[in-house]
Antibody, heavy 117, light 107 residues
Framework: EVQLVESGGGLVKPGGSLRLSCVAS????????MNWVRQTPGKGLEWVSS????????YYADSVKGRFTISRDNAKNSLFLQMDSLRVEDTALYYC??????????WGQGTLVTVSS | DIQMTQSPSFLSASVGDRVTVTCRAS??????LNWYQQKPGKAPKLLIY???SLQSGVPSRFSGSGSGTDFSLTIGSLQPEDFATYYC?????????FGGGTKVEIK
């Protein structure tokens, strides 16, 4: 059974940092591209970042470019999102999701990030 | 960025009804269109990929069609467990973008 388990969310002040993690099991993690997708009541679902299986290709949404860094450790079946210079508008539920062929075929349960003073 | 527009935003229907949700892309995306179902407090679940391919384990009452800019998701006979919010998403280009969602409610 495919499982994706996120962690690392929490309450942080504007300008602060958080590091999200996602541990994968039940599939060959090292052969899949991975993504972070966030969801807010106001803006709905928003793709944040993608990383190829070998980390050779990395993409970011314009809204987070220069502030967020995606990475992975295939030996530990883990995906990460380093979030710096956080803004109030980054408040959201953050999901990690595996990449089928551009679709998001499996999702974790999400980790909540709240940016507030 | 490619904008995805879903209609309607809300849909009220009864068990057994045939339901159709539409999604329009701001430019042609061939068949690079995916559909998700989300229930309250849960992550989205992939239903349909590449416009019309049913994800493994998804009931056959769900179907997708369309190409270019206009797409639809149809539920052949609405079941109680189908009351949820449905999202389309384009995988034609980066950034991947989602529609605003269609909430299917019980009439």
């Amino acid at each position: 059974e495919v499982q994706l388990v996120e962690s690392g969310g929490g309450l942080v002040k504007p300008g602060g940092s958080l590091r999200l993690s996602c541990v994968a099991s039940g599939f060959s993690f090292s052969t899949y591209s991975m993504n972070w997708v966030r969801q807010t009541p106001g803006k709905g679902l928003e793709w944040v970042s993608s990383i190829s299986f070998s980390s050779n290709y990395i993409y970011y949404a314009d809204s987070v470019k220069g502030r967020f860094t995606i990475s992975r450790d295939n030996a530990k079946n883990s995906l990460f999102l380093q979030m710096d210079s956080l803004r109030v508008e980054d408040t959201a539920l953050y999901y990690c999701a595996s990449d089928g062929t551009g679709d998001f075929d499996y999702w974790g349960q999400g980790t909540l990030v709240t940016v507030s003073s | 960025d490619i904008q995805m527009t879903q209609s309607p935003s809300f849909l009220s229907a009864s068990v057994g009804d045939r339901v159709t949700v539409t999604c329009r892309a701001s430019q042609s995306i061939s068949t690079y269109l995916n559909w998700y179902q989300q229930k309250p407090g849960k992550a989205p679940k992939l239903l349909i990929y590449a416009a019309s391919s049913l994800q493994s384990g998804v009931p056959s009452r769900f179907s997708g069609s369309g190409s270019g800019t206009d797409f639809s998701l149809t539920i052949g006979s609405l079941q109680p467990e189908d009351f949820a919010t449905y999202y389309c998403q384009q995988s034609y280009t980066i950034p991947r973008t989602f529609g605003g969602g269609t909430k299917v409610e019980i009439k």
